[in-house]
């Protein structure tokens, strides 16, 4: 069997994962909502199951190269530094939190991916990205820090810090440790000059400090994600629950309601963005501090002026307009504006079947493979330790996240409320545990994801220096592009940070990251080994996925899955224009 026959089959093995997952969404009779101890199907699969298959494919696929050591190692913190990033965490709890159809399918894909990257290396020279390809990637890793920055000023607005405070701070440190670790670094700058004799002694020393610094990355890596790890293990311990638990409780309420101790039925909160609520049954909301309530009904329209402790009785079907910065408080016992109807809509959405859900689904997945190749996998082969021991990491942080979103919903399902989706799940410690402590440990949080952030900074670098590197010297560090890697980093983070006090979505940016990336690289990887093929396929995913992001609200209405995820057209298109190019050049 050839060296790579077990790395195809470990592969094969991880998209039948994925595959399995949108069978047990679309097979009739919704199988996936069948409870076993308690717990979906669908559930046990996305959440369990198949991720430990995933991690025993890796492991058991021979095909990897058995050595291991400083360098593969390192290696394998960078892919997975660029590939679990705060705002990719985020999004899983948040998917959790809200009870979407594809929360567990999500989770899944987020480990799953950087798994098949793992396995699918690049093989050879002539398969390093073109110019095109290079660009796409490179754009894409701009809107990952983006998306990124998004997060931490819309976690910063609910703890009541300026947004601008939180963003600069955040690409500060960034800045700050992608330049040290360039200077550790040789990705990126000219090699020193031949050393003299009486510089020698000094050599050993930059080597030592060469060494520390790339330790560094690690170090990041691994306190944010024990930090990340050990704030859900507080979240648990301060709910005296288990997530399976956690799960069992919210899945078998007849209504996701206020709770007594809920904070926006004690003290009441503020809304951080402009906020529409639909109520479904009769609500009597009293005002905290003076706003505008705007109250839309079946056929009329009114508005009032309501000052602190004057209340607003709403009826179902009411539909009531705030914006940002009103205080309001809820009545205990009532149904969640915005929440599923009930813990079984949590759990098992309806919709989950439909084919719109799958195609979803299926978008999603594609985003994220493609985008992991293109991150994770433009690396050489990874030592077999190296792997085992990052797709355990994976494991846990993926995992760990699912299992906050899961807290969230059966502590404070109405968390997300008035906040940014992706961020409400980094507010629960404040919503669970009462005055300083609770903003402590919500400090702790946003702290933990600040490193984060900084090891994907790193790790980002580094993917941008591999896609700029030339193919043809691949193993060459004085390659002229590499000295544009300071540089670009420098202004995507800059103009990143200023982009963000404008405000933008994070998930959008993510999956626009993502996407663009997989639309750039993924038909190209289909293709042959010759360059102009590979450039035109290229090109066209890239054209096809920005046609389809710019002009999707556009499209006909059946057509809005491929606006929402233009890389379900991009790479189809990118393939079949490839395979066009070479029946053209066989006939000539």
Known sequence: MPIAAPRRVG??????????????MFAPGNPGALRLLGIGLFWWYAAFAAPLVAVLLVAGSQGLALR????????????????????????????????????????????????????????????????????????????????????????????????????????????????????????????????????????????????????????????????????????????????WAAWREVASRPALTFGERSPWVTEGRALARPTTLD????????????????????????????????????????????EAGARLRFEAGKRIPGAPASGM????????????????????????????????????TLGARAVYAGSALLLVLVLSALCLGVFGAYASPGLSI???????????PAAIVPGPTGRALGALGAGVLLVLFAATAVALRDVLGRALRRPERESDATDPRLELTRPIMRV?????????????????????GLGLAASATLGARLADEEPTTRLVGSVVGVVAFAGFSMFGPRLPTWTN????????????????????????????
């Open 11 to 24: 592969a094969a093995g991880l998209l039948g994962l994925l595959a399995g997952a949108l069978v047990l």
């Open 68 to 243: 291991s050591g400083p360098a593969s190692h390192h290696s394998t913190v960078l892919a997975i530094a660029a590939w679990t990033s705060p705002v990719l965490l985020a999004l899983v709890a948040a998917r959790a939190l809200s009870g979407g159809p594809d929360a567990p399918a999500l989770a899944l894909a987020a480990l799953v991916a950087p798994l098949i990257a793992f396995l699918s290396p690049t093989a050879g020279v002539r398969q390093r990205p073109n110019l095109v390809a290079a660009l796409g990637v490179s754009a894409g890793l701009g809107f990952t820090i983006w998306a990124n920055l998004l997060l931490f000023a819309d976690v910063a607005g609910l703890l009541g810090v300026p947004r601008w405070a939180t963003a600069s701070l955040a690409t500060a440190v960034a800045l700050l440790t992608v330049e040290l670790a360039q200077a550790a670094d040789p990705v990126g700058r000219r090699p020193p000059r031949r050393p003299t004799p009486a510089r020698s002694q000094s050599n050993g020393g930059a080597r030592i400090y060469q060494i520390a610094l790339r330790g560094g990355g690690l170090t990041l890596l691994y306190t944010s994600a024990l930090g990340f790890v050990v704030l859900v293990a507080i979240i648990a311990a301060a709910l005296l629950v288990s997530p």
């Open 279 to 322: 109520f479904t049954e009769g609500h009597r909301v009293t005002a905290l501090s003076p706003a505008t309530y705007r109250v839309v009904e079946p056929g009329r329209f009114r508005e009032w002026q309501l000052r602190p402790g004057e209340t607003l009785a709403l009826r179902a079907g009411d539909r009531l307009v705030l």
């Open 345 to 380: 809509a949590w759990a098992d959405p309806p919709e989950r079947g439909g084919l719109t859900a799958v195609l979803e689904a299926l978008g999603m997945m594609v985003t994220l493979v493609g985008g992991a190749l293109a991150l994770v996998g433009s690396r050489p």
């Open 418 to 428: 008035g906040a940014p989706a992706l961020a409400a799940t980094f507010d629960l």
């Open 492 to 512: 995507f983070l800059v103009v990143a940070c200023a982009a963000s006090l404008w405000g933008g979505e994070a998930s959008q940016a993510l999956l626009i």
């Open 561 to 588: 899955v491929l606006g929402a995820y233009p890389v379900l057209a991009a790479v189809p298109l990118a393939w079949a224009a490839t395979r066009a190019w070479d029946f053209a050049a066989s006939r000539r």
